[in-house]
């Protein structure tokens, strides 16, 4: 049988998960997936290799997640998807499933990420696990400056969890900016690449200039990689969604 390659948008509420990635003895979306396909291909015993376009922290979502699977099989991709769906949570949805080529890689071959932190003003229980809730005054010129100065080409290393497995901090940023809808912020970030912890610093750093408590001259020299003891803040993951994967 020819091995065939499967593409998957996946969505996720990643409140129940540790996480994307496989660990043994607790729950992550990875591995939650990959026991649904184990499950499905039971008769066709076969290494099972789910391959994510990136990690995303305990309690992070996903409105886009890409994953790819090389599979021995003769299941329709439609049905590969429904047979997904049958055998996960409702805390994890298969929107799409279809067949590519067989060089198709979820991490390798995106070209950007998009990521959007929500942030509530406004409390209802509605918004726990899903929507960072924060009803400080906030300077809306200083968010959206921060978030100006954050474009661009930037060493992230003092605005990430230090990983010493990994050499290279730069990374491109297309787009940041601010929206502003009645009670709700959104923030969206869009790059080639992004560190561990990064959209969360970011965000909780830029709420501190937007309070007042700290200088926007301190995420100047956070971005410039001048580690003169700026304090850094860290926004929950509850808010924090993987929003879109592009590969043209």
Known sequence: MQKRNFKLTIQYLGTPYNGWQYQPNHPTVQGEIESAFEKI??????????????????????????????????????????????????????????????????????????YIYRI??????????????????????????????????????????????????ICDIYISNWNFSGNELIYNIQGNRFLHHMVRYLVGTMLEIGKKNIPLDNLIDLLNNKDSGCPIFKAPSKGLYLNKINYE
């Open 41 to 114: 291909l039971h008769k066709n015993k076969q290494s099972i290799n789910l391959i994510g376009s990136g990690r995303t922290d305990s309690g992070v979502h996903a409105f886009g997640q890409i994953a790819n699977i090389i599979l021995d099989t003769d299941i329709s991709s439609y049905d590969l998807k429904n047979a997904i769906n049958a055998n996960t949570s409702k805390n994890i949805f298969i929107k799409k499933c279809i067949e590519v080529d067989i060089e198709f890689h979820a991490r390798f071959s995106a070209k950007n990420r998009l």
């Open 120 to 169: 509530s003003k406004e409390y209802s229980p509605f918004i726990n696990d899903r929507v960072w809730y924060c009803d400080s005054d906030l300077d809306i010129d200083l968010l959206n400056q921060s978030a100006d100065l954050i474009s661009g080409t930037h060493d992230f290393t003092l605005l990430s969890k230090f990983n010493p497995e990994i050499d290279n901090r």
